[in-house]
């Protein structure tokens, strides 16, 4: 998994500073997607492309990409599909979001990552290449949103960084592919009477959708539910077992979450605080700076729709 075709990031070294000004320039929001900047760094290796990288599928990088077609041999419809992306070579693959991403990296995801750095305001080259720049512009962005602060871009840097995009969720692929966790989301929100949006913005933070998530703690799954917590759903609130699957994760993680919903009579605010913090600690030390920036973030996602 590491590719080091450095040279080649050489040839695609962009700095943002001219890229953020291309920005104000951009069309609506809807109309820009960050893996298109990873195509757009891709074909720019080629030669094939020389605009803005601004993550916008426009005349000129469709055009880009029909030439590419035509020179590997592929069908010419202009759309980076996976036999465009693996044609494209290291730059190609993989799309945001399949991988955690650290120094020494490179590829498309990793252009997407720098490419969304910049727009929040941390100015790196957009190259495909991580770099220690990137990691340390990574540390900045991890420290202002009070996550992790490793320069590595895991599931939770990766769902922050993507603030409710569905095609830069993190996944792995697997049976329960995004639209398949959004589903069991609602289905047991549904059951259990509580706020779909809100169970979905929760989970989306904590792993991005990622059925198959395991943090150093031992939290698993969607919802990130930690042993100790199914152990007293299973016990105190369902007083029954529920199985370690992607639906069973999630049932636990939203009854949890109904649980404390009640406990601070409805407060969303202190319940996801109390989610986050622990409701004993809530209780007793208020809540944290990092568990307001957790909340705030959740309470965003829930506004935005994920």
Not at 207 to 214: D, E, M, Q, R
């Given at each position: 998994?590491g590719e080091t075709t450095v040279p080649v990031a050489r040839r695609t070294l962009v700095f943002c500073a001219a890229g953020v000004a291309a920005f104000a320039l951009a069309p609506a929001a809807q109309a820009l997607n960050p893996q298109t900047a990873g195509l757009q760094v891709a074909l720019r290796a080629y030669g094939l492309y020389g605009g803005a990288i601004d993550g916008i599928a426009?005349?000129?990088?469709?055009?880009?990409?029909?030439?590419?077609?035509?020179?590997?041999?592929?069908?010419?419809?202009?759309?980076?599909?996976?036999?465009?992306?693996?044609?494209?070579?290291?730059?190609?693959?993989?799309?945001?979001?399949?991988?955690?991403?650290?120094?020494?990296?490179?590829?498309?995801?990793?252009?997407?990552?720098?490419?969304?750095?910049?727009?929040?305001?941390?100015?790196?080259?957009?190259?495909?290449?991580?770099?220690?720049?990137?990691?340390?512009?990574?540390?900045?962005?991890?420290?202002?949103?009070?996550?992790?602060?490793?320069?590595?871009?895991?599931?939770?840097?990766?769902?922050?960084?993507?603030?409710?995009?569905?095609?830069?969720?993190?996944?792995?692929?697997?049976?329960?592919?995004?639209?398949?966790?959004?589903?069991?989301?609602?289905?047991?929100?549904?059951?259990?009477?509580?706020?779909?949006?809100?169970?979905?913005?929760?989970?989306?933070?904590?792993?991005?959708?990622?059925?198959?998530?395991?943090?150093?703690?031992?939290?698993?799954?969607?919802?990130?539910?930690?042993?100790?917590?199914?152990?007293?759903?299973?016990?105190?609130?369902?007083?029954?077992?529920?199985?370690?699957?992607?639906?069973?994760?999630?049932?636990?993680?939203?009854?949890?979450?109904?649980?404390?919903?009640?406990?601070?009579?409805?407060?969303?605010?202190?319940?996801?605080?109390?989610?986050?913090?622990?409701?004993?600690?809530?209780?007793?030390?208020?809540?944290?700076?990092?568990?307001?920036?957790?909340?705030?973030?959740?309470?965003?996602?829930?506004?935005?729709?994920?």
């Amino acid at each position: 998994m590491g590719e080091t075709t450095v040279p080649v990031a050489r040839r695609t070294l962009v700095f943002c500073a001219a890229g953020v000004a291309a920005f104000a320039l951009a069309p609506a929001a809807q109309a820009l997607n960050p893996q298109t900047a990873g195509l757009q760094v891709a074909l720019r290796a080629y030669g094939l492309y020389g605009g803005a990288i601004d993550g916008i599928a426009g005349p000129n990088t469709v055009a880009a990409t029909r030439a590419f077609q035509g020179r590997a041999g592929l069908h010419v419809d202009g759309r980076a599909g996976l036999r465009t992306r693996r044609a494209l070579g290291p730059l190609g693959m993989p799309l945001f979001g399949r991988r955690t991403l650290r120094a020494g990296k490179f590829g498309w995801d990793v252009s997407v990552l720098q490419f969304l750095l910049a727009r929040r305001g941390h100015l790196v080259p957009v190259s495909g290449y991580f770099d220690g720049a990137t990691a340390r512009a990574l540390r900045r962005y991890q420290r202002g949103r009070r996550l992790q602060v490793d320069g590595i871009a895991g599931p939770r840097t990766m769902a922050s960084l993507a603030r409710g995009r569905p095609a830069l969720a993190p996944s792995r692929g697997g049976a329960h592919p995004v639209v398949g966790v959004r589903a069991l989301l609602g289905h047991w929100a549904r059951v259990y009477n509580v706020d779909t949006r809100l169970v979905r913005a929760l989970a989306w933070m904590e792993s991005g959708y990622h059925p198959g998530l395991v943090s150093t703690s031992g939290a698993r799954g969607v919802m990130q539910v930690l042993p100790v917590t199914k152990d007293y759903v299973e016990t105190v609130l369902l007083r029954r077992k529920v199985p370690w699957t992607v639906s069973g994760g999630i049932q636990v993680g939203v009854v949890f979450l109904r649980q404390l919903l009640r406990e601070f009579n409805g407060n969303e605010r202190l319940a996801l605080a109390a989610w986050y913090q622990g409701p004993a600690s809530i209780r007793r030390n208020g809540v944290s700076p990092g568990t307001r920036a957790f909340v705030a973030d959740v309470l965003a996602l829930k506004r935005r729709g994920v």
